[in-house]
Nanobody, 123 residues
């Protein structure tokens, strides 16, 4: 089972950038599609971005497309989420997840979740 630890969250102003990192342990990391989800106060957890095991394919929620970029380094066992042009509505706890699969445009997580990192965007 892959264990995940996120970092890089913080408090920023609208329009700023942040890069989230997810450190994964376990030799099977490179086999899994990885992703980021987020949960704002009072809302359900939602999909943000995903990346295939090779890094060759990426997927984004419409709300972040063109502003966020997901990437991975299978040598370092890391997944990243570069977030640009942040908006107050991006405020949430961001979670890294392992072993994602998509069916009927819905993403499911079959592996581990990280503990989350808080991102707060002020207006």
């Amino acid at each position: 089972q892959v264990q995940l630890v996120e970092s890089g969250g913080g408090l920023v102003q609208a329009g700023a950038s942040l890069r989230l990192s997810c450190a994964a342990s376990g030799r099977t990391f490179s086999r899994y599609a990885m992703g980021w989800f987020r949960q704002a106060p009072g809302k359900e957890r939602e999909f943000v971005a995903a990346i295939s095991w090779s890094g060759g394919s990426t997927y984004y929620a419409d709300s972040v497309k063109g502003r966020f970029t997901i990437s991975r380094d299978n040598v370092k066992n890391m997944v990243y989420l570069q977030m640009n042009s942040l908006k107050p509505e991006d405020t949430a706890v961001y979670y890294c997840a392992a072993d994602l699969s998509r069916e009927n445009d819905r993403w499911s997580v079959f592996g581990s979740w990280g503990q989350g990192t808080q991102v707060t965007v002020s207006s």
